[in-house]
């Protein structure tokens, strides 16, 4: 996996490369930003664990009751699909997360995409899988994720809606 700040993201499987092979990789550079949180907006999130995304809300997902444990607090959002309850989680604490997708979902995906964007000196990774049964995605920071597995077309229309509407909520360092 190569990844740079402000960049989409590439993964060369080297099983693909022959011996003595030279391989160049181009990255394209995102278009994509995550906005600050307006003050007067309405956002789902979590409440203290240093948690910093917010989301506005949709329709048809409705938020859990914050749980944690010593060193993380967390949230499920939850939808309505045809085969069942579908969930999103999100957490954050010093323990909960790197921030990237799992190596392994990584791996078995046949076609991944991933961008890395900065927001407020953060460094935000958005990494999916789009495959044709079942997806998966991971919006993260270091301390910090929101997920979905292993769900399929539609019901990733309606938990993308609900990611692609993060924003950051403005931050303010010691002394400020």
Not at 59 to 66: H, K, N
Request: charged content about 25%.
């Amino acid at each position: 996996m190569i990844r740079k700040l402000g960049y989409s993201s590439a993964f060369l499987r080297t099983r693909d490369i022959g011996s003595g092979d030279e391989q160049r990789l181009a990255l394209k550079p995102s278009k994509r930003t995550v906005p600050i949180c307006s003050p007067a907006g309405n956002y789902e999130s979590l409440e203290g664990w240093g948690a910093s995304f917010k989301f506005s809300p949709v329709p048809q997902i409705e938020a859990s009751e914050q749980g944690q444990d010593i060193d993380y607090g967390i949230r499920k959002y939850y939808l309505k699909a045809s085969n069942g309850k579908k969930g999103i989680v999100h957490g954050s604490g010093s323990m909960w997360s790197f921030g990237t997708p799992l190596d392994s979902d990584v791996w078995k995906s046949l076609t991944f995409e991933e961008e890395s964007l900065e927001v407020s000196g953060l460094r935000v990774l958005d990494s999916r899988r789009n495959g044709p049964m079942a997806r998966w995605r991971t919006i993260g920071q270091f301390g910090e994720s929101a997920s979905y597995d292993n769900m399929d077309k539609e019901s990733a229309k309606v938990a993308d809606k609900f990611m692609d509407g993060v924003c950051v909520a403005s931050f303010k360092g010691p002394g400020q």
